[in-house]
């Protein structure tokens, strides 16, 4: 496989959305406006936890252009992607600030808001659950009185009843009691950040309407247009067929936009005015406090060790802020359990991640799905204990990465074909952070430069029956037209898949048009655009449907140039024959059919067909979690280098480093380009963001204004980034997936450099200059 020369596989060619979107011509949801749309505004909780007494609308349908009016008396009914806890609009109780509580639909964007205003919502005060180590309490008020009594919507979740626990995710491997008191250090060590915002581009919007034949149009920015009908058919029994789900290209989402939150409410709506067209936005504060956000996490890791510095024994406790409800975090949760170790072989291991109802706003998907989460856990307790042990903390990590022949922490046996090349990785982010010139150099004038590292990985945790179909259609010029479901949502994807479309048909990239917008009326079912899924599931889909569409070309070929279909090869927008490529017949001419000069006609249009689905995954045991959870894991290594100014703790992130092993790169510069962006958004995540609560569990910085971010000019000034391409068996070409990975580390490094340049171990986020300062100062009292 890696000798074979390929022609677009490989080469950095152009997004094909590049002139698009630079031109500024691509058409959001938002965008959208026509005569008759209506609009709907939410009704916000002002409350974090309290009982709901009454709401009086009277006012409000006063105002001028009020269509209807919703409350969650008329759906007291819960939905769910894992666990159906979560009302589309509160009843009987709220259980965060900014939960929706009502719907107001009229003719006008500012009538709906100002009508919002006059609802009056008299509320009961109940005690906040503000953070997850005081919900893990026995005596903690309860967010969920019956969660357990909730239904599953997939299997592997487990509430427990009279807690806030709303799934626990046990891993027992081998004998980690034994191993603990045998071993010959041991090192304890906790870490603890907030929740915090996806802050994507374009908030979430949507329209829906319901039209008279009873059809539910939906137009969304989701992830997830599949994941839409599901819910829409399960929760309101509406027929799968008569849903209908369209996705423009999405303006960011980095998994905040995988989960189902405004289509059933703007389903409510248009019901409630006769199914007219209504469009539901969130403005930039709804988008970070009602909508979905990123997990928080407290979590303590114990590792012991022999004198020389071999892994044998490993505990990790995670205690996952969920929020009110369990959302995706229910499944980060379990992510973070298969993945507890790192990319580490630990012969006995003990895990238990909890899923934490809190008076948070609900968390879902955020890019690594868990793993920058328990990466800097993992990581800061990797450099802490290599300073126990006086061992290089590379070498600690060389020591033990994971390697072919190991086994995962639910046992998944390793093979060259499911796992990268760790220290090939490790030892190539060591020469280009120019570690062995000095971890930490006194740079003067009160300046100190140091340098962190951190290992990662990742499976792609996906459904057991995750699957993506690809239909191709031929024009009569010789072009394919490729549509499928995988969303473009930045990340590029509908350029790769065009890549694999063209190396496979043996095509020139400006042959292969790409359907954009997705439409489930036409598009073949995908699972979802998540877990860094797509190229390898939505890449096998078009390599099966380019093989049924090439053998459809060679018959109609060997009929025009009367010779067997195993005698013709394609390529170079010919058919022709393997042992004399000068005689064949254009794809053009044969694309729609053939015709003779006669008129005869045969065969017809050329439509390739194809799919894939995960293959030979199985769930997790209960009790043990056994079980093999993903088809790979990508590994990789990110390191930063930074200067400290020892006066006032602030800090200058001078270079930073990603190596990963993604096997085969079907598009350098995309790759790269996603290797960039995700370091930068790990290390804003970890410099500065966080949600802020105060006493009563609102979110008292729900603003761009003072929810501080990693802005342009504060990056490193340099993102070195390069690949080691360890092709995996069942990837397109060899690949595997990487869209989350550039994030996942940078975090960890990051504290880790901070850590010896401060001379303080450094193990909460975000490192502010003032958290850095504190934190010395309490140790050098």
């Given at each position: 496989m890696t000798n074979k020369i390929w022609t677009t596989v490989g080469k950095p060619e152009q997004r094909i959305d590049a002139v698009e979107k630079s031109t500024g011509k691509v058409r959001y949801i938002g965008d959208y406006s026509v005569p008759g749309l209506m609009h709907a505004k939410l009704v916000k909780s002002t409350q974090a936890h309290a009982m709901i007494t009454s709401i009086d609308t009277t006012e409000a349908w006063k105002m001028p252009g009020v269509r209807a009016i919703v409350t969650g008396e008329m759906f007291p009914f819960h939905i769910g992607p894992i666990l159906a806890d979560r009302p589309p609009l509160a009843f009987e109780k709220v259980r965060y600030y900014g939960e929706p509580v009502a719907i107001v639909v009229a003719d006008h964007e500012h009538q709906a808001k100002l009508a919002t205003e006059k609802v009056k919502v008299e509320y009961e005060l109940l005690p906040v659950v503000n953070s997850v180590q005081q919900a893990f309490q026995s005596e903690a008020p309860l967010v969920h009185d019956n969660a357990e009594h909730y239904t599953k919507i997939i299997s592997d979740v487990y509430p427990k009843a009279g807690t806030n626990i709303g799934s626990h995710i046990k891993?027992?491997?081998?004998?980690?009691?034994?191993?603990?008191?045998?071993?010959?250090?041991?090192?304890?060590?906790?870490?603890?950040?907030?929740?915090?915002?996806?802050?994507?581009?374009?908030?979430?919007?949507?329209?829906?309407e319901i039209n008279p034949a009873g059809k539910v149009i939906v137009h969304s920015c989701s992830q997830s247009p599949y994941t839409i009908k599901k819910v829409l058919n399960q929760f309101f029994n509406i027929e799968v067929g008569n849903i209908l789900v369209h996705i423009p290209m999405v303006g960011g989402a980095f998994g905040g936009k995988g989960?189902?939150?405004?289509?059933?409410?703007?389903?409510?709506?248009?019901?409630?005015?006769?199914?007219?067209?209504?469009?539901?936005?969130?403005?930039?504060?709804?988008?970070?406090?009602?909508?979905?956000?990123?997990?928080?996490?407290?979590?303590?890791?114990?590792?012991?060790?022999?004198?020389?510095?071999k892994l044998v024994a490993g505990k990790y406790t995670y205690l996952i802020d969920s929020g009110a409800y369990s959302d995706q975090a229910a499944g980060i949760t379990r992510a973070a359990a298969l993945d507890c170790t790192g990319p580490y072989t630990i012969p006995n291991v003990w895990c238990d991640s909890y899923c934490m109802y809190t008076n948070h706003p609900f968390a879902t998907s955020f890019r690594g799905y868990g793993h920058p989460e328990l990466t800097f856990a993992v990581e800061r307790t990797m450099d802490q204990l290599a300073k126990q042990l006086n061992i290089?903390?590379?070498?600690?990590?060389?020591?033990?990465?994971?390697?072919?022949?190991?086994?995962?922490?639910?046992?998944?046996?390793?093979?060259?074909?499911?796992?990268?090349?760790?220290?090939?990785?490790?030892?190539?982010?060591?020469?280009?952070?120019?570690?062995?010139?000095?971890?930490?150099?006194?740079?003067?004038?009160?300046?100190?430069?140091?340098?962190?590292?951190?290992?990662?990985?990742?499976?792609?945790?996906?459904?057991?029956?995750?699957?993506?179909?690809?239909?191709?259609?031929?024009?009569?010029d010789g072009s394919v037209n490729l549509n499928c479901a995988a969303i473009e949502l930045g990340q590029g994807t509908k350029t790769i898949l065009a890549q694999i479309l063209a190396e496979k048909l043996g095509m020139e990239m400006n042959k292969i048009h790409v359907t954009m917008e997705v439409n489930t009326q036409y598009d073949p079912h995908q699972w979802r655009t998540v877990a860094s899924s797509s190229t390898f599931l939505a890449g096998r889909a078009v390599i099966s449907a380019a093989e049924n569409a090439l053998a459809?070309?060679?018959?109609?070929?060997?009929?025009?140039?009367?010779?067997?279909?195993?005698?013709?090869?394609?390529?170079?927008?010919?058919?022709?024959?393997?042992?004399?490529?000068?005689?064949g017949v254009e794809i053009k001419d044969i694309s729609l059919g053939y015709t003779y000069p006669s008129g005869h006609s045969i065969e017809g249009q050329i439509v390739g067909v194809g799919r894939h689905i995960q293959r030979h995954l199985t769930p997790l045991d209960q009790q043990t979690g056994f079980g093999k959870p993903g088809p790979w894991w990508s590994v990789g290594v990110q390191a930063v280098e930074v200067e400290l100014d020892t006066r006032d703790f602030t800090y200058t992130i001078l270079k930073g480093v990603t190596v990963l092993d993604g096997g085969t790169i079907i598009n350098p510069m995309t790759a790269t380009q996603q290797m960039r962006g995700g370091m930068h958004m790990g290390l804003s995540y970890a410099t500065s963001e966080k949600f802020i609560f105060d006493e009563q569990g609102v979110v008292r910085n729900a603003g761009l204004r003072n929810y501080p971010m990693l802005r342009y000019g504060e990056q490193p000034a340099e993102y070195l980034v390069e690949f080691i391409e360890s092709p995996a068996a069942d990837g397109p070409y060899g690949a595997r997936g990487i869209g989350e990975y550039g994030v996942i580390g940078a975090p960890a490094c990051l504290a880790n450099s901070l850590s010896v340049a401060a001379g303080v171990e450094l193990n909460y986020l975000p490192l502010t200059p003032e958290f850095i300062w504190e934190t010395k100062k309490v140790n050098n009292q």
């Open positions: 891993i027992r491997k081998g004998d980690f009691e034994a191993a603990w008191a045998t071993s010959e250090e041991t090192i304890t060590a906790s870490y603890s950040f907030n929740l915090s915002d996806h802050v994507a581009l374009e908030t979430r919007s949507v329209r829906v989960t189902v939150q405004l289509e059933p409410l703007a389903y409510l709506a248009s019901k409630a005015v006769g199914g007219k067209l209504v469009k539901l936005e969130f403005d930039r504060e709804e988008d970070m406090t009602t909508a979905p956000c990123r997990i928080g996490l407290d979590a303590t890791v114990q590792l012991g060790v022999t004198k020389e510095g290089d903390p590379i070498q600690l990590r060389i020591i033990n990465g994971i390697k072919p022949g190991d086994t995962t922490p639910t046992q998944t046996v390793l093979t060259a074909n499911n796992i990268g090349d760790v220290e090939k990785c490790v030892n190539r982010a060591k020469e280009l952070i120019r570690w062995d010139e000095g971890q930490r150099i006194d740079s003067g004038k009160n300046k100190v430069r140091a340098k962190g590292i951190s290992l990662f990985w990742k499976t792609s945790t996906t459904a057991t029956n995750a699957q993506a179909g690809a239909i191709l259609t031929f024009e009569a459809q070309l060679k018959k109609t070929a060997s009929i025009v140039i009367q010779c067997s279909a195993e005698d013709l090869d394609v390529g170079g927008g010919r058919v022709y024959l393997k042992s004399d490529p000068t005689f």
